[in-house]
């Protein structure tokens, strides 16, 4: 519980018991989750604006970051990188499982850098994966 203590201080966030909570689930899953996700998962429910207000404040502190989904949905996932509340610094890959719906990161896999063309001013790309994760292809 320290360990969540000291993630939400060295990210500029107050330390809430819904925060560590929410910081927490972030952890214990392998993937991102939607608003509708963490609601279900929150051992006292909260409404809906609690959860967008911790998200919003999380993402802008660089802990957590917005990632595709199937049906266009805004998922969350952990930041692993050296992302600040000023940069979110994502170049790797997102793969959406066809069987299961939820969007992995896949770090190793890196987005290439690509350079402004024919007067197009390039400001990020993103590649997205699909397919059956390892936990859908076990079953």
């Known amino acids: 519980m320290s360990d969540l203590i000291t993630e939400l201080h060295e990210h500029g966030l107050r330390n809430t018991p819904f925060r560590q909570e929410l910081l927490k689930m ?28 911790a998200l919003e404040a ?37 793969f959406i499982c066809e069987s299961c719906s939820n969007t992995f990161c896949i770090d190793e896999i890196v987005v290439p850098r690509i350079k402004n063309t024919k007067g197009f001013n390039i400001k990020k790309s993103k590649l997205t994966l699909e397919g059956v994760c390892s936990n859908c292809s076990e079953s």
């Open 26 to 53: 972030f952890y214990e899953v392998n993937s991102s989750l939607t608003t509708e996700e963490i609601k279900g998962k929150l051992l006292n429910s909260r409404d809906k604006v609690t959860i967008y207000r």
């Open 58 to 94: 999380f993402e802008k502190s660089g802990l957590i970051h917005q990632v595709p989904d199937k049906d266009n949905l805004t998922r969350y996932a952990l930041c692993y990188t050296d992302c600040t509340s000023n940069h979110h610094v994502h170049n790797h890959a997102h």
